[in-house]
Each structure stands twice: as C-alpha cells, then as structure tokens.
Nanobody, 124 residues
C-alpha cells in the first residue's frame, strides 16, 4: 500500500527553525512530485512548496519563498521542508502529499497520496 508519512513538527519561537520530513513508500514515485500544504485553524488548506522527484525542480508559495527550502533524498524516498525564520502565521498542520501533478502542482486535489499531517506551532 503506497503511503506518505510526515514527521518533525513541534513548537518553536518566532525566528527559529524546524525541519519536516516526509517518507514515501509502497510504490515507485519517480514520475511524481511531492508537495507540502498547510492548514491553520479556521483557514483553507494552502500550498507551501513542491518538488519533482525526476529533476528536483521546485516551486514555492510567495509567503514562504526565501524562508523555506524543499529538498529530496532520492535513495531514501524522503523529502524535507527546511523552515527558517518562522513566524506565528506559519502555525498550522503541515501535510505532505505525492501526486502526478500539472505544471505548477499547487492544488491539493492533484495529489493522490496524502499524509496525516504534523503540527507546527510558532510562538511570538
């Protein structure tokens, strides 16, 4: 059974850093992209970043550009989201997902495999 599993959330002060991990298993994901999304209480789920397994190309939401970095470790089927200079507005449940996306890959519906989410809380 193919699945993705996130880890690495937690509580951090504003200005701090966290690294989230997402491991994909159960099938070949070479033609897939891995995306990170987040959802704050009372808000819609929003796109954060994505990376293609095949060529490592990335795309970021404007709100995290320059602060977050998505990367992949091919042999471990793991994707990372390095989050620096965190702000209270980054507080959310962060979801990892895998899918055969379109050109941008910013819609959650493009991703077939979705994790359960990990909580990130940034205190002011």
């Amino acid at each position: 059974q193919a699945q993705v599993l996130e880890s690495g959330g937690g509580l951090v002060q504003a200005g701090g850093s966290l690294r989230l991990s997402c491991t994909a298993s159960g099938r070949t994901f070479l033609n897939y992209a891995m995306g990170w999304f987040r959802q704050a209480p009372g808000e819609e789920r929003e796109f954060v970043a994505r990376i293609r397994w095949s060529d490592g190309s990335t795309y970021y939401a404007d709100s995290v550009k320059g602060r977050f970095t998505i990367s992949r470790h091919n042999t471990q089927n793991t994707v990372y989201l390095q989050m620096n200079n965190l702000k209270p507005e980054d507080t959310a449940v962060y979801y990892c997902a895998a899918g055969r996306i379109g050109r941008l890959g910013i819609s959650f519906s493009e991703y077939d495999y979705r994790g359960q989410g990990t909580q990130v809380t940034v205190s002011s």
